[in-house]
């Protein structure tokens, strides 16, 4: 290899490599910590598929700028200075230029046009200093085709990609707004408004749900900024951690409620014998209603007075369990969240099918202990927790069909997959056969499965 194909290579890697890394390291520690990068790119692939589309075009415009008599004798080291400070410059500007852009909500199209110029601005020089003068390209013959194939590079892929992380990232956003994580996902809305995304979420557009966001979340803010009380009560612990969960605090929120961790729990059992009378009556004050949710206690169809507060003060107890349970969900701590969740399923299990409230607590229990070994990468615990939804939850059975159908194909075992995902169809058609028909075609033509299942 030359010494100029060395550094032609060398100049192409310092392109992409240097801006790329100047503007995602300095961007704000949040849009950081949510996996995104610098304005108006949204996220590092997006940032890294511009710069590299962008090199073809900026080998092209060097290369004819190299040969124009008042810039061919400019040295390497300035152009690579001019890289560095306008990469500087970026680091300042394109903030403002993503905010501007969020606002103006102006669509996917000239989104991508604006980030198809900034990228080619950002490797424009240090293409220059890969040059030589003269160049050692050699002038194309078809320039314009050239140029506009060239161009054509730094869009359309660029373009397609983008169409892909604002799908994948659409499905986040709602997933964060189902969590309740309403600062981390006003992030990823930003991040959408800037791509120019026009799909909805939660029905409405990013941009509007964003500025929502954006008039909720100070006063949260402010919120959350006032001490709790010196011996905080159950309902005091609940409702901070929830605030600030929505803050996206979740280390905060995990340490308000841990201290419940370490009293003692009231079993149902223990209620039962608290509340005095003959076993049925104990049964119906105690299962009676449903599990609190963050906006508010539903009315319990039990008797008042001291019966009654002991079914709340049981209720709250294990919704406080579960939601520090999700939190360490969130948080990847895997094995902390099931060391709560287990003694819950033992808890309220055996009820199961004889009252709201039990079902109400192991659903999201059980959802939680599927997610976590799956993100764990457990498969025999993912199988066991949903076999245990679909023995105990009959009427989620469809759904606990689908996971299982969903669990077995992705450990490669088609037979079983396609007997649990035929199962959802039948019990839930409505919701599952048209999902369902696409991936059982699947399995029955690219994979050992065909061999092993016939159609019904």
Known sequence: MSQSHLRFIL????AVAIPGAMLHFTTSDDRLAAGMSAAPFGWPRVLAAHLVASLPLGVLVA???????ELAGVARWVWIVIGVAIAVVATVVFPG?????AEADVGPIAALLLRAALGFGLVLPWCMAALGSPPELDPPTRPGLTFGLATTAALIPCGLFAVLVIEAQTKHAAELLGRD??????????????????????????????????????????????????????GERIARSELLVRLDRLAEAAEVLEPILESKRDTVLDLLREVGGNP??????ILAGTVPTVVGRPPLSAPTGIATAMVFRCIDQYHARLYLASIYRDQMRWAESDAILE????????EVGCNRTAEAICQPALDILVYNAKADHR??????????GLARLPD??????????MQYQSMGRPNIAMRHLESAVALDPERYGAQVKEQLQQLRTHTPGCLLHSKP
């Not at 966001?213 to 011996?231: K, S």
């Not at 498969?379 to 245990?388: G, I, K, N």
């Not at 989620?396 to 159908?405: I, K, P, T």
Request: proline residues 11%; charged residues 20%.
């Open 11 to 14: 100049g192409g890697v310092a």
């Open 63 to 69: 290369a004819s700028l190299r040969r124009v008599p």
């Open 97 to 101: 230029v993503g905010e501007g852009l």
């Open 181 to 234: 994580r309403l600062a981390r996902a006003e992030l990823v809305l930003m991040g959408l408004s800037e791509l120019g995304s026009n799909l909805p979420v939660a029905e409405r557009s990013p941009s509007q749900l964003r500025s929502e966001l954006g008039r909720v979340l100070p006063r949260m803010r402010q919120t959350a900024a006032q001490p709790l009380p010196a011996h905080p009560t159950l």
């Open 280 to 285: 049925p009556q104990r049964t119906a004050v």
């Open 343 to 350: 003694p819950v399923l033992g808890d309220w299990l055996p």
């Open 379 to 388: 498969p025999a615990d993912t199988l066991r927790w949903l076999e245990v």
């Open 396 to 405: 989620r059975a469809a759904y606990y069909q689908y996971q299982l159908g």
